[in-house]
């Protein structure tokens, strides 16, 4: 059984940096992605960066690409998020999750669609102040 649990959320400042991380326990095939997803209080859920653990391809929202930076420590099961120049608008609460994306080269889209990953996280919280 594969479990997920994201920890690093807290309350910070606009323009600061935070890291999230996720501890996978369990077997991942490492021939699909993992991927952050966030969900703001009357939003829908939103891709924000995919990491494709076969081809180590990287995918982001355009709305953080050069912010945030998604990658793993796969001798230490942990998937991360570096988020920097965090603005009020990524205020949410961020989601890991496994299992998605075909084995191939997948489209941005495609990566960063929640209906495609199978496993999901609990959820860290982030707020952006100002």
């Known amino acids: 059984q594969v479990q997920l649990v994201e920890s690093g959320g807290r309350s910070v400042q606009a323009g600061g940096s935070l890291r999230l991380s996720c501890l996978v326990s369990?077997?991942?095939?490492?021939?699909?992605?993992m991927g952050w997803f966030r969900q703001a209080p009357g939003k829908e859920r939103e891709g924000v960066a995919a990491?494709?653990?076969?081809?180590?391809?990287?995918y982001y929202a355009d709305s953080v690409k050069g912010r945030f930076t998604i990658s793993e420590d796969n001798a230490m099961n942990r998937l991360y998020l570096q988020m920097n120049s965090l603005r009020l608008e990524d205020s949410a609460m961020y989601y890991c999750?496994?299992?998605?994306?075909?084995?191939?080269?997948?489209?941005?889209?495609?990566?960063?669609?929640?209906?495609?990953?199978?496993?999901w996280g609990q959820g860290t919280q982030v707020t952006v102040s100002s």
């Open positions: 990491l494709h653990l076969g081809s180590g391809s990287t």
């Open positions: 999750a496994a299992d998605g994306c075909p084995p191939d080269h997948p489209p941005v889209e495609t990566a960063l669609d929640g209906q495609g990953y199978n496993y």
């Open positions: 369990g077997y991942i095939w490492r021939k699909y992605c």
